[in-house]
């Protein structure tokens, strides 16, 4: 399978780590003299450049947070002249004022190499017809996905998020070979063309790019059965770059390999900020290297996530990240603890019999939190468990007692039948809280 | 093949270089460029042995070179030409050009020596066509061709050229740029030290930028000519657009 950069996507990693320390002291440099928002920044934290030496010196640098980009609505934090952007997106946001991207010439060629890096990691070539379904406009997708495309040499249809009738019609009849968009429109798609009756052979699908979204490793199974294609998973986020940040390889599909001669990756621990130990699970912070227009140090991206710089059996030095496993801001409060869906998720995949599929049901009883955690079990579960009611009250028991340990607080446990909980698309989890109407502590934590 | 990693070069107390980090791979061209005072020869000075760091370190081909003397980094393959030539102004050329091979010895010499002249004559045929007369006499530009000519004499594989224009007539400095990447197929890698910023990013594969002791940009060199800051600074774009508003 070929590699896009091999030069680099095979450095050897004492090659790749002086790299990232080259680049992190320049834009370190270049903030300190050039940028007003990080000098104030690093002034109030007591860094000057000297004190960054290795790569480790890292976390004596101060977080940036999206709520900077707001407050620097529209151009605050560009590090340019507004006449050198060449390019300038904008990610709407929940809370009110959006966040502003902008993009000079050399921001603009980065991109194109990084996404072509992970089309070609997800087996796309020049010999191929490439069907982009992200909307079109502001957000990065769209671009980001058609730029990259075309630097590989595929041939770009630039068709949007459109209906998909529509999609199925240029997939049959412009012979789309590989389709870039989100899990769920994918799987529609296949569901579509499932329920008409066109044959999966009546089409030259082979490839599908997917991202934005969390799925399933079942959900890839579905698509790539129903589209009869070869699914990978992609990781970008708009503030950074947009997509190019992350692609999983064809071959292995195991974890997403960062591209880390642009993008230094840390794990830290959502409420303390340190950084964990190597391979554990918490937020990806991520500090550009390269970026000219909107260079950002230790941005909090808010994904929970592991990375893991085992060596992949496609070559690629690079790191891997795990699916994007949840959000920071996904986070509830039980009796005053903060706790992540991704804690239970990650108790669930380690047992037999269980799918990480749940719902938290948070109450007030009595005065005081309840939490009720109800796990979709695999089928076949109950029915081996007819004769037998002990098995069935054993797992259960054990499930709960892992856990009430990994989380710090007394559950209630129920195991519940496959696919009886809300069906969110490709979301394998569901808080429910209905302590607001109750009064007391609720609502998750900001 | 060579790596500096956060170093800090002192002049007594005064630091010169504060964090330099940076890299040069075989065969590559690599150009330092910045503007005077921006600690380019003290980094070359610091690599080739005669400046020490006081912290960080120089590694070449993996084995360190901070604290070895000079001659040995020389023998290890790390030749350089000086800033403002530094040639022995009453020896004649050939003469000159000898000495750059002192430290091999008289076996090594008897080897090798009429072979990397006959190399130097073909890269700079002038020099083989004064080989008696004094340096002295010699113009500007072939001073400067004679000061690398005797850096090659040493068979480096790493060659420190330091401000090879410094001085010298556009044309003259334009012979020397179009040498350069000839040495490249004599398996040499160079690191270029410049104030003429656009000279040095036409030949190089690679550049970093350097301001008051420190890196500032490091890309390619396409990347860099395009930087509007570097355009701006060292490339003399722009000057109407001094003031500009967001």
């Known amino acids: 399978m070929p590699i896009w950069n091999p030069r680099v996507e095979t450095m050897p990693r004492v090659d790749l780590e002086q790299l990232q320390l080259e680049r992190l002291q320049v834009i370190v440099n270049r903030a300190w003299d050039g940028i007003p928002f990080y000098r104030r920044r690093f002034e109030e934290y007591g860094v000057i450049p000297e004190h960054l030496r290795s790569l480790e010196d890292l976390r004596l640098l101060p977080f940036t947070e999206k709520e900077d980009l707001r407050r620097g609505y529209p151009y605050d934090l560009f590090a340019v002249p507004l006449r050198e952007v060449v390019r300038i997106h904008s990610s709407p946001s929940t809370a009110g004022t959006p966040t502003v991207m902008g993009y000079t010439k050399n921001d603009l060629r980065n991109w194109r190499e990084l996404v072509a890096r992970v089309l070609c990691a997800g087996g796309v070539t020049k010999e191929d017809v490439i069907q982009i379904s992200f909307s079109y406009g502001l957000l990065t997708d769209a671009f980001g996905f058609h730029q990259g495309a075309e630097e590989i040499g595929a041939s770009v249809i630039p068709v949007s998020a459109g209906a998909v009738e529509e999609q199925i019609s240029i997939l049959h009849d412009f012979r789309t070979s590989a389709l870039v968009g989100t899990p769920s429109h994918a799987r529609r798609i296949g569901e579509a063309l499932r329920d008409k009756g066109i044959p999966r052979s009546s089409l030259h699908l082979k490839w599908a790019v997917l991202g934005t979204e969390p799925w399933t490793e079942e959900m890839r199974q579905e698509i790539e059965s129903l589209l009869g294609v070869s699914a990978t998973d992609n990781y970008g986020i708009a503030e950074v770059m947009g997509p190019g940040v992350a692609g999983e390889c064809e071959e292995q599909k195991r974890g997403l390999h960062l591209n880390e001669d642009h993008f230094l990756c840390e794990i830290v621990d959502p409420g303390t900020g340190e950084p964990v130990p190597a391979g554990a699970t918490g937020e990806l912070v991520i500090t550009t290297l390269g970026k000219e227009a909107l260079p950002l140090v230790r941005y909090r991206t808010g994904d929970i996530t592991s990375v893991t710089q085992e060596r992949c059996a496609c070559g690629r030095t690079l790191a891997r990240m795990a699916q994007v496993v949840g959000r920071t801001d996904d986070a509830f409060v039980v009796s005053g603890v903060r706790l992540l869906p991704a804690q239970i998720e990650g108790v669930l995949r380690e047992v037999d019999g269980v799918k990480p599929h749940f719902e938290v049901i948070l109450d007030r009883e009595g005065g005081a939190d309840t939490i009720e955690v109800r796990v979709e079990v695999a089928s076949g579960i109950f029915d081996s468990a007819g004769g037998e009611v002990g098995y069935l009250v054993r797992t259960q028991n054990s499930l709960r007692q892992r856990l009430e340990a990994a989380l710090g607080v007394a559950i209630n446990l129920r195991l519940v039948e496959p696919r009886s909980l809300g069906e969110a698309p490709g979301m394998s989890q569901r808080i429910v809280d209905r302590r607001r109407t109750k009064g007391g502590e609720s609502g998750p934590v900001l | ?246």
């Open chain 2, 1 to 246: 093949m060579l790596v500096l990693t956060s170093v800090d070069t002192y002049y007594g107390n005064v630091q010169a270089l504060k964090g330099i980090s940076l890299h040069v791979n075989e065969g590559e061209i690599v150009a330092l460029i910045g503007a005077n005072g921006a600690g380019k020869t003290t980094t070359l000075h610091t690599i080739s042995g005669l400046l020490s760091p006081r912290r960080g370190a120089v590694a070449f081909r993996g084995k360190s070179l901070a604290g070895r003397s000079p001659e040995a980094i020389v023998r290890a393959g790390v030749s350089q030409a000086p800033e403002n030539r530094q040639l022995f102004t009453s020896l004649s050329v050939r003469d000159n050009l000898v000495l750059g091979a002192y430290h091999l010895s008289r076996r090594e010499k008897r080897r090798s020596l009429p072979g990397t002249l006959a190399l130097v004559y073909g890269l700079f045929p002038i020099l083989e066509e004064r080989a008696r007369t004094p340096a002295a006499t010699l113009s500007g530009g072939e001073q400067q061709m004679l000061a690398i000519g005797r850096a090659l004499m040493a068979r480096p594989t790493l060659l420190l050229l330091d401000e090879p224009s410094l001085g010298l007539a556009p044309r003259l400095a334009r012979t020397i740029f179009d040498t350069i990447p000839k040495f490249r197929k004599q398996g040499l890698t160079v690191l270029l030290v410049e104030q003429n910023a656009r000279a040095a990013l036409e030949i190089a594969d690679r550049a970093y930028v350097m301001e008051t002791g420190r890196v500032v940009m490091e890309g390619s060199a396409q990347e860099l000519l395009n930087q509007h800051e570097v355009q701006r600074a060292y490339l003399g774009r722009g000057y109407r657009h001094v003031l500009d508003g967001k």
